[in-house]
């Protein structure tokens, strides 16, 4: 039953910040992000958090030497590749799907627990999908951005979808199923160190919570399209003028 | 003495004339590799000189780049609705302190990648009858792997010119344009186009 509490936590948490999201009225994206104000109540709590969790990231960053880091991300991506593989035969990308058992096995076993990314020099080549990108691929394309406390990013339904992954995600499964935190702590130290270098830009942003939901819409969208998103409609941006967006703003609240 | 300074100067205008006139035929995906090739070459072989001196590198940049790109565009599309009313000027200024911005991170990343970049520009896709186009390329990270960057090109009477780079699918333009048009409504265009002035003094410290 244990298995539970981690879940129940995150959603208790939410709720709880849903409650005090009453008073926020700004609301820059009506169309994508219904929820903003509920949205920027869980980034400063993720920021309070980052209070604690940056310095660690910082720690591991100077302690590790570069190559053991990258052997790190290596093991931890090498890990994403069974949720990647049922995916890709959910999305009917069979030839891929085989790439990707290859990959699993010569990196778990040549490449030494996937800390040495042998199969990419061979010729298998890294692909990443998850349920949320497999809902996309359905239809289901657009989802309102959702903050998920200790999580960050992500939309309704790419939350969903990772929680669905998460059963039988190897760090997943050892939370749910052996109450292993272990793995977990070590992989959201490891993402951390590597957004270090954004920090600066992010903090000097005019608004970086809307900074920090451009950049992961923008990049989730890619990956759906799987690294090829159709052109953005840049006449779009010229043709805005302000009579024909009043409609839009009131009818999104 | 003089004559023969001033023949070499005539000569070396026309060639930069012939060569300028080139430049304004070439399709998007030329231009690309034209010009970051001769960039990439030229930083691989000077490295030191401008790791010692990266104003030097600015200007290379400033020389060799900015020709490739329409600034005043994205200026446009960055301001959107906040850019009604505004007057040429003050357009062409913020445009301008888009250049400084875009030159100086684009000399770091130079810097940051240093030699080992290497470039590989796919070919083009659709026809080139559009307006539009986008012209991908993958640069090799110095830690192994390809770092997917994009340009969005659009033809202008001076020939195709990029007015936007995606990097990962994230949009300058779009993402600076989310960020400034609030911050012009909210503060007004001189109090954004200081801001951002004083940040690139930060930068290049």
Redesign the interface.
């Known amino acids: 039953m244990k298995k539970n509490y981690s879940i129940i936590g995150v959603i208790l948490l939410s709720l709880l910040l849903a409650g005090c999201a009453g008073t926020q009225s700004r609301n820059?994206d009506p169309e994508n992000d219904p929820w903003e104000g509920y949205n920027r109540k869980v980034f400063a709590f993720n920021n309070g958090l980052d209070k604690v969790v940056r310095p660690i990231a910082v720690g591991y960053d100077k302690i590790m030497p570069?190559p053991f880091q990258?052997g790190v991300g290596n093991f931890f991506r090498n890990l994403d590749a069974p949720v990647t593989y049922v995916n890709q035969v959910l999305q009917g990308k069979f030839k891929e799907s085989v790439s990707t058992i290859g990959r699993f096995l010569v990196n778990s076993t040549v490449g030494i627990l996937g800390f040495f990314?042998v199969a990419t020099k061979w010729g298998m080549p890294y692909y990443n999908e998850d349920l949320g990108q497999t809902l996309a691929t359905w239809g289901y394309d657009n989802s309102r951005y959702l903050m998920i406390p200790f999580f960050g990013p992500s939309t309704f339904r790419d939350g969903t979808g990772r929680l669905a992954d998460s059963f039988y995600h190897p760090v997943g499964w050892a939370i749910h199923n052996k109450g292993r935190w272990g793995y977990f702590i070590v992989r959201g130290i490891d993402t951390r160190a590597r957004y270090l270098d954004q920090d600066a830009e992010l903090n000097?942003?005019?608004?970086p919570y809307?900074?920090m939901r451009?950049?992961w819409m923008?990049?989730?969208?890619?990956?759906i399209y799987d690294?090829d998103?159709p052109?953005?409609d840049?006449d779009l941006?010229?043709e805005?003028?302000?009579e024909a967006?009043e409609p839009a703003t009131t009818g999104g609240q | 003495m003089k004559v023969r300074i001033l023949l070499l100067l005539a000569v070396a205008s026309i060639f930069s004339g012939g060569l300028f006139a080139q430049t304004q035929a070439a399709d998007p995906v030329s231009l690309v590799e034209d010009i970051t090739g001769k960039i990439f070459t030229d930083v691989t072989e000077n490295l030191e000189e401008y790791t010692a001196n990266p104003e030097t590198l600015d200007e290379l940049v400033r020389r060799d780049l900015m020709p490739l790109l329409d600034i005043k565009y994205a200026a446009r599309l960055i301001l959107g609705r906040a850019g009604r009313g505004l007057g040429k000027e003050k357009i062409d200024e913020f445009a301008d302190c888009m250049s400084n911005l875009l030159i100086s991170r684009y000399s770091k990343g130079l810097l940051y990648f240093s030699s080992e970049i290497k470039l590989n520009v796919l070919p083009q896709r659709g026809d080139l009858n559009e307006k539009l186009t986008r012209v991908r390329t993958r640069v090799t990270l110095p830690e192994g792997g390809e770092a997917p960057v994009d340009y969005a090109f659009h033809k202008t009477p001076e020939g195709w010119k990029a007015f936007d780079v995606v990097f990962e699918g994230i949009s300058y333009v779009t993402t600076y344009r989310n960020q400034i048009m609030p911050e012009v409504q909210a503060n007004g265009i001189d109090s954004v186009i200081e801001r951002l002035n004083s940040g690139q003094m930060q930068l290049a410290e």
């Not at chain 1, 000097?204 to 608004?207: E, I, M, Q, R, T």
């Not at chain 1, 923008?218 to 990956?223: D, E, H, I, K, L």
């Open positions: 820059t570069d990258r990314d000097d942003a005019y608004d809307v900074l451009d950049v923008q990049n989730r969208t890619y990956q690294g998103p052109m953005l840049y941006y010229l805005d003028d302000p967006e």
